[in-house]
């Protein structure tokens, strides 16, 4: 098993970089860190990126998370080639483009893309945002899953995420004391389900909510409170079809001995406490 340390980067693919930018930086409120003609490398924290934008294919995307040691890369390749799952090594030019001394990419049972890092840059720079959205980090992130039960095996006996709760069939998973990092949703899709950025109160949520409304950005669900987790919420559309979320006040566990996971019904209430609905057409994308 490999222990996953912490999410690291996303890289989305799009059809209008120019627009992407436009979108993170004064709407999302990330800071443009650095840009080349088909890259551009936005974050909300210290990290060199945390979302890197890639002209080209819209589809493409890619979830990365740290190990702490360059010999959890070297296990990783070994323990995947006695399931039978192909890896790939990242030369010098590709982790130069990722900002990591090394990383291994390879793709989980339900084809999506995942790439395991080891030292991903930081840069001794505080974040400057763009807008004042009250982003602290990179929160998390959610994966279609076309088959929750053998996605699940995967994550929990390979890559050490742990079970926090359930709602129906899909799975909320943590690998540190965050509540989750990554969100498994049944669907006939692969990929990111969506993107969380944590901002610093329900005063931020609240004042983006007014915000996004006012610059017409389609809101997909929320404001709300998860049962779940706790954290308070606002999820919204961006133009790459993508869902994205602010949210404060997530749960933490510390306890690991003694948590166990919650089964969650497959109803609105478990989902939002407060008795938000979401847009399923557009929050299941």
């Known amino acids: 098993m490999i ?39 936005l974050r909300g924290d210290s990290s060199a990126f945390n979302l890197c934008y890639i002209q080209g294919d819209a589809s493409y995307d890619v979830s990365a998370f740290e190990v702490r040691h360059l010999a959890d890369l070297e296990a990783l390749e070994q323990e995947l080639a006695q399931l039978g799952i ?13 900002r990591v001394e090394a990383f291994v990419a390879l793709t989980d049972p339900n084809e999506n893309h995942i790439e395991l890092v080891y030292r991903p840059h ?11 959205a009250g982003i602290t980090e990179f929160g998390h992130f959610g994966l279609h899953s ?18 926090s709760d359930r709602i129906g069939d899909s799975a909320l998973l943590r690998i540190d004391e965050v509540h989750h990092k990554i969100a498994l949703f049944p669907s006939e899709k692969t990929g990111i389900q969506h993107v969380n950025f944590q901002v610093a109160s329900i005063d931020d949520v609240m004042r983006s909510w007014y915000f996004l409304q006012d610059r017409g950005v389609p809101i997909v669900f929320g404001p709300g409170r998860h049962p779940t987790s706790t954290a308070m919420f606002i999820y919204f ?4 079809g993508r869902v994205y979320e602010y949210s404060s006040g997530v749960k933490r566990i510390t306890d690991e001995a003694s948590y166990t996971p919650r089964q969650f019904e497959m109803k609105p209430s478990s989902f939002c406490m407060w008795g938000a609905k979401p847009n399923v057409d557009e929050f299941g994308k």
């Open 86 to 98: 192909a890896t790939h090594r990242g030369n010098s030019a590709e982790c130069e483009e990722r």
């Open 3 to 41: 222990h996953l340390h912490d999410i690291c980067y996303l890289r989305l693919g799009c059809s209008d970089l120019e627009e992407m930018v436009r979108f993170a930086t004064d709407i999302l409120g990330l800071e443009l860190r650095a840009r080349t003609p088909t890259h551009a490398y």
């Open 122 to 132: 930081q840069t001794g720079v505080r974040y400057f945002p763009a807008r004042d």
């Open 237 to 240: 559309l961006g133009p790459d």
């Open 146 to 163: 076309r088959d929750i039960e053998r996605d699940l095996r995967f994550w929990t006996s390979v890559l050490s995420a742990r079970v």
